[in-house]
């Protein structure tokens, strides 16, 4: 399988279990990893999938309807990105990089891995 990558979306989102997140927002971050055959040969845009697709999809999930946890985010966006016929696996890693914890820390992710064979 081949690869095609997305990495560090931003955008804002309103997801979490308490009020507060959802009332000011804060910074989601999402990677993408699609997996599908690429076609090296044609130069045609239909035979691949518009990774401009995919970041306006990711962009859609953030900053759409609110969901308690991201997991349920990833999933959203998992989704989404096996709907385009080509994409036979995808990855989504969501970052939290503001979860609401008191200790110090860098990021919390959740990432997970989803195929249109089981």
């Given at each position: 399988?081949?690869?095609?990558?997305?990495?560090?979306?931003?955008a804002t989102g309103y997801h979490g279990v308490?009020?507060?997140?959802?009332?000011?927002?804060?910074?989601?971050?999402?990677?993408?990893?699609?997996?599908?055959?690429?076609?090296?040969?044609?130069?045609?845009?239909?035979?691949?999938?518009?990774?401009?697709?995919?970041?306006?999809?990711?962009?859609?999930?953030?900053?759409?309807?609110?969901?308690?946890?991201?997991?349920?985010?990833?999933?959203?966006?998992?989704?989404?990105?096996?709907?385009?016929?080509?994409?036979?696996?995808?990855?989504?890693?969501?970052?939290?990089?503001?979860?609401?914890?008191?200790?110090?820390?860098?990021?919390?992710?959740?990432?997970?891995?989803?195929?249109?064979?089981?």
């Amino acid at each position: 399988m081949d690869t095609i990558t997305l990495t560090g979306l931003r955008a804002t989102g309103y997801h979490g279990v308490f009020e507060h997140e959802r009332r000011e927002g804060q910074p989601f971050v999402v990677d993408v990893v699609l997996e599908l055959e690429l076609d090296t040969v044609s130069d045609d845009l239909d035979r691949t999938v518009s990774y401009a697709d995919i970041a306006d999809e990711v962009e859609s999930v953030i900053t759409g309807e609110p969901r308690d946890l991201i997991e349920t985010v990833a999933g959203e966006i998992a989704s989404r990105c096996l709907s385009h016929g080509r994409v036979e696996r995808v990855t989504v890693t969501v970052h939290k990089p503001q979860a609401p914890l008191t200790q110090s820390f860098s990021d919390v992710s959740v990432t997970i891995s989803r195929s249109r064979h089981v």
